[in-house]
């Protein structure tokens, strides 16, 4: 890369490259986030800049890292003011209008590649499977790439997170069917043999909200005590799903035991809970009526997924 020649703008102080760092360190910034952003600004890898400390930044490249670390101080996720962050080794564009997709989130896709082996055990041909809520289209786009025989749907009521999603799908060559609305109306009645949700469900009036204030409020929370999103997509599930067919959530570290009573309730079968990387309960699913054989893909209950894909960036 070269860089900005300094000293073109004399209203702008001129920083090196290790001042920089110092500057975000002293601002209680991370320091790969602050390796990430300001290796974002000079438009060069982070390997570089442990290389060049005493390089000098251009007067605009000064400004956007001074712009970034304001914004970062401020409670910004790093994803937004990069414009993008990666999930499922897939490197997604991320706009204020949609989650940040998070690393807890891997846990569901790993369960539902498991759930897809074990229906194309015992079915030909091409599993239908829906994602509700799909934000930057994270989840779906994740399924689609490791499973591309599956046939995906994904929803959001939010129009602006559905055009991210589709820009996602469209620059990483994957088809999804996009499709806005509300939960289970936005989609036809055809059933589905996969249905997986990582829907809003903090409580409203959760202090750590407080924390989370830079993302849409659509993708947060979800009633008084954040189980309306759950309680709507169980609802509606067992009419719009195939027999056999596995019903998988995300839900808060402490909701496993409600959202596995809301299940059983809604006649769900084998109904269990998967745990996080932390060791928390974060998925929690179950079949909408007994599969013609074989064991259930989950296993014993509560099981725990240790397996990663990471790609580093
Ligand atoms: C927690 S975010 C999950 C985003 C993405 N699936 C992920 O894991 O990163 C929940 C998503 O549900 C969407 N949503 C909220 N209420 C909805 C509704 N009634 N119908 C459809 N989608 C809804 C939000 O817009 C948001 O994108």
Known sequence: MTMEPAGSDPEAPVTTVDAALAAARSAGIERQDAQRLLAAVVGQPRTWLLAHGEALLAPAQTRRWQDGLRRAQAGEPLAYLLGSHEFYGLGLRITSDVLVPRADTETLVDWALDCLRAWSASNPGSPRVLDLGTGSGAIALALKHSRPDATVWAVDASAEALAVARGNGQALGLTVQWCQGDWWSAVDSRPFDLVLSNPPYI?????????????????????????????????????????????????????????????????????????????????????????????????????????????AV
């Open 203 to 311: 409580a409203e009036g959760d202090p750590h909200l407080a924390d989370l204030a830079h993302e849409p409020a659509l993708a947060l929370s979800s009633g008084p005590d954040g189980l309306d999103a759950l309680r709507q997509i169980i609802a509606g599930a067992r009419s719009r799903m195939c027999p056999g067919a596995w019903l998988l959530l995300e839900h808060g570290h402490d909701q496993a035991a409600a959202v596995a009573d809301l299940l059983v309730e809604a006649g769900f079968q084998g109904v269990q809970s998967r745990a996080d990387l932390a060791g928390h309960l974060r998925c929690t699913g179950g079949s909408a009526c007994p599969a013609p054989s074989g064991p259930a893909p989950g296993g014993a209950l509560p099981r725990v997924t240790r397996k990663r894909r990471r790609i």
